[in-house]
């Protein structure tokens, strides 16, 4: 192996450990933050598209007035098999009304996915949920599409679009409105107002093709609203 390739290894592997560092302080963060939380409050849990959903902040900037507190306990690069495995703080601890889910995005860009055993695991998640918290309701976000275009114009991006495609994105989101139906659960789309004509999420809204700036959000926040306001 060249110099320039056990460098640009030992990097790889230094930002891998960084990454998963970076996952692990997020829980411990959270362990220490949720004896401080009010309990029967909506939790939005998942993955680094919930966790970037500034909400609160958002807000108050409507002239609404929430029943409830919402606890963010998304964690970036979290896939379905690590929200299982840490379930007690994303959600349990809190004892939700109302948790609002988003994961399984992660999953997508493997190599090795398999639908069915995102599918699989995702019911898991459900079922722990349910088994915890007595009346608890789950709203199951559909996942949002890509951004092609911006992603093709980012040197690290194009690798993922083999795998994180809009077209795995769709048939993931039929599977999971399936599940929620299955499961007596209500499974939301709020990605109307983010796309442009050829169904991707629009360039202005995306950073670099995956994840969303603060105006793409308020295009979430304004299809979310008439749910929140009608929690009780």
Do not use: W
């Not at 559909?142 to 275009?149: D, E, S």
């Amino acid at each position: 192996m060249s110099r320039v390739a056990e460098t640009r290894a030992a990097v790889e592997t230094a930002m891998n450990q960084f990454f998963e560092g970076q996952k692990k302080e997020k829980v411990e963060r959270f362990k220490r933050l949720n004896p401080m939380a009010k309990k029967g409050q909506i939790v939005f849990a998942g993955s680094s598209l919930m966790e970037q959903f500034p909400i609160n902040e958002m807000i108050q900037n409507y002239d609404v007035q929430l029943p409830y507190a919402i606890y963010n306990r998304g964690i970036g690069g979290y896939t379905t098999q690590e929200m299982l495995q840490e379930l007690d703080v994303m959600v349990h601890d809190l004892q939700p009304k109302y948790v609002f889910i988003n994961i399984g995005t992660n999953d997508l860009s493997a190599p090795d996915y398999n639908e069915a055993e995102l599918i699989a695991r995702y019911r898991e998640i459900l079922d722990e949920i349910e088994a915890h918290t007595v009346g608890v309701q789950i709203y199951m976000l559909a996942y949002y599409p890509m951004c092609t275009k911006k992603a093709m114009k980012v040197p690290y991006m194009k690798p993922v679009l083999q795998y994180r495609n809009n077209e795995r994105v769709a048939s993931a989101n039929s599977a999971v409105r399936q599940l929620a139906k299955e499961c007596g659960h209500v499974f939301l789309d709020l990605n109307a107002g983010l796309l442009d004509e050829d169904g991707d999420v629009k360039e202005e809204y995306s950073i670099e093709g995956m994840h969303m700036y603060a105006n793409g959000y308020e295009q979430v926040l304004n299809a979310l609203l008439p749910t929140l306001k009608e929690l009780s």
